[in-house]
């Protein structure tokens, strides 16, 4: 029993550093490919439009109800040291450097992530990545290039959006519903929040990037089993890339400061 | 032109190929034979390089396929068109695009030259004004047509057709066969094909090879095989369920 669940763990545990290992090798290539011409222009754009476009709606929702949470939740708890002119800066700080960044990767993962493994699972499946390896096209250069460039580019992008509509929503709460003054808001809130604080939240949306759609890609282009492997892609890609994002987020929160 | 020589592969634990060796001559139309699951998709595969042979080689021209590294690999395989047996058509791309795939990829022809080669070549494959069509509209066949239309709209020097007829009429097959044989003689393609077609087989082999149990257990011209006196190849090619081939 105690041997059979040690040996389990030792298999999983291979596994995980096996595919660790093929995970980097897959952004190793996808990195010397990046820069080999022809590039990929055309396949980019879809991508970005398919990882940043078509997530603006879901990143506007998110990040209005929880800059408005966050003011109402800080006002409640500044209230009791007279300090309600703090929760500009509170919403603003929080948005920029963890919840902008942080709940953006997730939504985003959840969104476009199982979406992104499907897609290259299904292609693998029916053996579409093997018929453009047979018309000399490299598969990693084609297919997933694009789409980690897209990752890296476009989830800073929408982290600017997310913190900026956070940022209105906790004013909104802030200053009309709970009557704060609006001059002593975004005062507070311009004196607290400085460029740094932006950037390291800018900083982790990259990284998020890069890591929701290596994950993506990966468990995508080496999908076995059919239908319901391309289904097991999809959910392990998006566990595993949230995993990884919560991780590196407290990484990333210690390393950047 | 390409010289098969004791490639073994083996998938799980269970060898597929087993010490098989098969010469396919430049020009000629090679047809590989054998029962479902014998390991001819897989031999096809080897030849394209997808798949790496456990040991053993492949020579095109001298240069062993296994041992190419991806970027060579690619060069060498504009040289090839191929025909996948599920069709392998991508689907977020519409049939012209999909036949025009390769031509946008590694030409710098013009839209409108793609267009019409496209075009052509799809006529070539008895289809007409299916262009705009997604491929999840399509019929069985008719994918398969579309299938054969991309593997040749290169004009590729060696050809390699996953079972071409399979899920087409008599008619529409007697005319891929003649599709082939014009391409070989106009072009001097070379034709690796799978096929459980006889007719078909008859009608274009200029070699058949039979793959039986990992190997290739006998080859040659039509008449020959057809004369052959090894019980195996007989019941194969005689369509026999009861002989040395056991069906349970
Ligand atoms: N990628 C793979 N992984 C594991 N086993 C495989 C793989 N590809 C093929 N096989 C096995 O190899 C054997 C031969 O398969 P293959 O597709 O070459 O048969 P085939 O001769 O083309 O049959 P058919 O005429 O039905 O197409 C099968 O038993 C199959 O299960
Ligand atoms: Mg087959």
Same mark, same amino acid.
């Given at each position: ?84 002119? /703090? &929760? ?6 929080? *948005? +920029?450097? %963890? !919840? @902008? ?5 997730? /939504? &985003? ?6 979406? *992104? +493994?499907? %897609? !290259? @699972? ?136 | ?248």
């Amino acid at each position: 029993m105690f041997k059979d669940t040690l040996e389990r763990l030792g298999l999983y545990a291979q596994k995980s550093i096996n595919s660790i290992g093929l995970m980097m090798m897959m952004l190793a290539n996808a990195a010397m490919l990046c820069f080999t011409p022809p590039v990929k222009v055309r396949n980019m754009f879809k991508q970005m439009e398919f990882v940043g476009i078509q997530s603006l709606f879901v990143v506007v929702l998110t990040g209005a109800f929880t800059g408005m949470v966050l003011a109402l939740q800080g006002y409640n708890a500044l209230k009791r040291f007279g300090a309600e002119s /703090m &929760v500009g800066p509170t919403v603003a700080l929080s *948005m +920029a450097r %963890e !919840l @902008g960044p942080v709940l953006t990767g997730l /939504m &985003v993962t959840g969104r476009a992530g199982s979406a *992104m +493994a499907t %897609e !290259l @699972g299904t292609m693998r499946v029916t053996e579409q990545i093997d018929a453009l390896s047979t018309m000399g096209i490299n598969p990693v250069k084609y297919l997933v290039v694009p789409r980690i460039v897209a990752g890296i580019l476009m989830f800073p992008l929408l982290t600017v959006i997310t913190d900026f509509v956070g940022v209105i929503g906790g004013y909104l709460v802030g200053v009309k519903l709970l009557g704060i003054n609006s001059g002593v808001y975004i005062g507070r809130t311009v004196d607290f929040v400085t460029i740094d604080d932006i950037a390291m939240g800018l900083y982790k949306s990259l990284v998020f990037g890069l890591i929701m759609t290596l994950v993506a890609c990966y468990n995508g282009f080496y999908t076995t089993g059919g239908a319901e492997g391309v289904g097991r892609a999809a959910t392990t890609s998006v566990v595993t890339a949230s995993v990884m994002i919560l991780i590196s987020d407290y990484l990333l929160s210690s390393i950047l400061g | 032109m390409i010289k098969i020589r004791n490639l073994t592969k083996s998938f799980n634990g269970r060898k597929i190929l087993d010490g098989l060796n098969l010469d396919i001559e430049q020009s000629k139309i090679t047809v590989i034979i054998g029962r479902s699951g014998e390991g001819k998709s897989v031999l096809i595969k080897h030849i394209i390089g997808l798949l790496k042979p456990d040991s053993g080689t492949i020579k095109l021209d001298g240069v062993d396929i296994a041992s190419l590294k991806e970027r060579e690999l690619n060069e060498i395989r504009k040289r090839f068109g191929m025909l996948f047996q599920s069709g392998a058509l991508f689907d977020s791309m519409n049939v012209a695009e999909n036949v025009g795939f390769v031509l946008k990829e590694h030409t710098g022809l013009q839209d409108a030259d793609i267009e019409k080669i496209v075009r052509e070549k799809l006529v070539r494959v008895g289809l007409k004004g299916v262009e705009l069509m997604a491929t999840d509209e399509l019929s069985g066949g008719m994918k398969k047509r579309v299938g054969l239309a991309r593997a040749i709209v290169m004009d590729p020097e060696i050809v390699l057709f996953d079972e071409p007829t399979t899920g087409l009429d008599p008619i529409m097959s007697d005319s891929i066969a003649d599709l082939v044989l014009d391409t070989q003689k106009a072009l001097n393609t070379t034709y690796v094909l799978i096929t459980h077609d006889i007719p078909f087989t008859y009608k274009i082999a200029d070699k058949i090879a039979m793959l039986h149990e990992g190997r290739i257990i006998a080859s040659g011209t039509v008449e020959e095989m057809k004369n052959s006196t090894d019980p195996v190849v007989r019941q194969f090619l005689e369509g026999r369920a009861e002989g040395p081939i056991k069906v349970y």
